[in-house]
């Protein structure tokens, strides 16, 4: 089992649109997460930390389940710029701080 | 400006020609990776250090070496590369308080062994 699932997608939304992400993680050791966003074949970048209580960041809206062992990501307002894929995080305090990484969730924005 | 380099950020090479990747950031972070990324199956690490002179085997370190003489770089080196060694490698430094690191990447090296 990966230590983190995320469903492949394609999600396929209208500008404008909202469209939420989840993540599940396996390791109950994981202490932190994120978000991170790659654009075609390009370099994975940060996208935004998720902590415990919610964050919000603009458009995006990180939240942490760890009792369900899950983390969601919120896009209010869909931009065409928002199309890439997101890639869900999670770093275990095991195996010297080893970050987990999602295969992705790809995110299609249309005019 | 803060940075992780890579190059070549292309090669084409055929099975069996040593092959080295380079990699540095500016950062003066500790901490360096090397991530495969294959479709469907996201990012893989390689081998990882965690200082000069320490490295360690990620989850998928067949037919990879690696060194770390200095703190700004981390070779990856292909001694007998493999066509199934054909992917997209991002090397990656980290730094930050503890349990909330960032990682920054370099910006790819694609790898295509004929």
């Known amino acids: 089992r990966k230590e983190v699932e995320q469903d492949p997608g394609p999600f396929n939304v209208p500008e404008g649109a909202t469209v939420a992400f989840n993540c599940t993680y396996s390791n109950s050791a994981s202490q932190s997460f994120f978000w991170y966003r790659q654009d075609c074949r390009k370099e994975p970048k940060l996208l935004m930390s998720v902590y415990s209580s919610g964050n919000e960041d603009g458009r995006f809206t990180a939240q942490l389940n760890r009792a369900s062992q899950y983390i969601s990501l919120l896009i209010r307002d869909s931009k065409l710029s928002d199309s890439a894929t997101y890639l869900c995080v999670a770093l275990s305090l095991n195996n010297f701080n080893k970050f987990y990484f999602g295969s992705g969730t790809k995110l299609n924005v249309k005019p | 400006e803060a940075q992780v380099t890579q190059n070549p950020r292309y090669l084409i090479t055929v099975t069996g020609k040593k092959l080295t990747v380079t990699c540095s950031q500016n950062?003066?972070?500790?901490?360096m990776s090397w991530y495969r990324q294959d479709p469907g199956l996201g990012l893989r690490q390689i081998y990882y250090?965690?200082?000069?002179?320490?490295?360690d085997k990620g989850d998928v370190p067949e037919g990879y070496k690696v060194s770390r003489k200095e703190k700004r770089n981390f070779p990856l080196i292909l001694e007998s590369p493999s066509p199934n060694q054909t992917s997209l490698y991002f090397c990656?430094?980290?730094?930050?308080?503890?349990?909330?690191?960032?990682?920054?990447f370099g910006p790819g090296t694609r790898l295509l062994v004929l």
């Open positions: 250090s965690m200082n000069v002179e320490v490295t």
């Open positions: 950062m003066n972070h500790e901490y």
């Open positions: 990656a430094s980290r730094g930050g308080l503890a349990g909330v690191e960032t990682q920054y």
